[in-house]
C-alpha cells in the first residue's frame, strides 16, 4: 500500500529534492566595492608618516614607515622595510578600521620592527588628528602610535 502526502508537503518535498540535486553551496553576499573613505575627510589624499610606536617610541628604519588613502578605500604604503597594501574604513565617529592588509616580503634587519607598523595598522580602532599629526588608539584606548603629515 502507497500512502500519498497531501499537496503541500508533496510540493515541499519536491522543492527541498530540487535544491539538494543541485548540490550547490550557498552563495556568499556581494562584496561592496563602494568607496569607504570620503575623498575630503582628512585622512584622505595624505601621505602620513610614521612619528612614534606608542607614546615615545622612535623607529630607525631603512625607509620612513608611511601610508596614503585614498577615496575608494583603499591604503598603500610601507612598514619601513615592505611595501604595504590593502582597505581602510573611516566613520564620522572617528573609528578607523584597516583590513585585508598585505606586505612584499623582503628581509630587512628591522623586520620585528615593520611587523609593529603593521600590527599597529591591524589593531586601530580609533584616530585623532591634532594639527598635522594623526594618532592610533586601541580598543582599549592606548595609544598606538602617531603619524605625521608628509610636507
Not at 562584496?31 to 606608542?54: I, K, Y
Not at 591604503?75 to 582597505?87: A, E, L, T
Amino acid at each position: 500500500m502507497i500512502k500519498t502526502l497531501p499537496g503541500r508537503a508533496l510540493l515541499l518535498a519536491f522543492v527541498a529534492m530540487t535544491l539538494a540535486a543541485c548540490g550547490g553551496k550557498p552563495t556568499e553576499p556581494a562584496r561592496q566595492d563602494a568607496p569607504r573613505a570620503s575623498s575630503d575627510h582628512p585622512v584622505v589624499g595624505q601621505r602620513w608618516n610614521l612619528l612614534l610606536m606608542g607614546t615615545d617610541e622612535r623607529l630607525s628604519m631603512p625607509e620612513t614607515p608611511h601610508f596614503v588613502v585614498s577615496p575608494d578605500g583603499r591604503v598603500s604604503g610601507s612598514d619601513g622595510c615592505n611595501q604595504i597594501n590593502g582597505r581602510v574604513n573611516l566613520d564620522e565617529g572617528n573609528r578607523i578600521q584597516f583590513s585585508e592588509l598585505g606586505t612584499t616580503r623582503r628581509g630587512c634587519p628591522q623586520l620585528e620592527d615593520a611587523r609593529r607598523v603593521t600590527g599597529m595598522m591591524e589593531n586601530a580602532y580609533r584616530f585623532l588628528i591634532d594639527h598635522d599629526r594623526l594618532v592610533f588608539f586601541g580598543r582599549d584606548q592606548r595609544v598606538l602610535g602617531g603619524w605625521r603629515k608628509a610636507n
